[in-house]
Nanobody
Framework: QVQLVESGGGLVQAGGSLRLSCAAS????????MGWFRQAPGKEREFVAA???????VYADSVKGRFTISRDNAKNTGYLQMNSLKPEDTAVYYC???????????????????WGQGTQVTVSS
């Protein structure tokens, strides 16, 4: 089993930045794809970004050029650097993991096996 814990959320003004972290425990994330999703009130959970074990990265169009996903395999931790934040980025952000060693990027909620509890990001205008 893999346990994921997100941190780093908070309240920020539009144009500001936040860095989310996702710490994994239970087993190493070697061979796992890590993803970030978000869910705004009244909306479905949506894909934000993902990075494969081999380093292939994909972003949702809505965050391209503003968000950067990364991972530190030695620390068993993933990150989401969020810059130029907008009020529409307000949501609960979740990290997720899927055992997969290939280069295909999974972007659907149901494709991921492990989830964190989420961290709230609020961007004020």
């Amino acid at each position: 089993q893999v346990q994921l814990v997100e941190s780093g959320g908070g309240l920020v003004q539009a144009g500001g930045s936040l860095r989310l972290s996702c710490a994994a425990s239970g087993r190493t994330l070697s061979g796992y794809t890590m993803g970030w999703f978000r869910q705004a009130p009244g909306k479905e959970r949506e894909f934000v970004a993902a990075v494969t074990w081999s380093g292939v990265i994909v972003y949702a169009d809505s965050v391209k050029g503003r968000f950067t996903i990364s991972r530190d395999n030695a620390k068993n931790t993933g990150y989401l650097q969020m810059n130029s934040l907008k009020p529409e980025d307000t949501a609960v952000y979740y990290c997720a993991a899927k055992p997969f060693t290939g280069t295909f990027i999974y972007t659907r909620v149901y494709e991921y096996d492990y989830w964190g509890q989420g961290t709230q990001v609020t961007v004020s205008s």
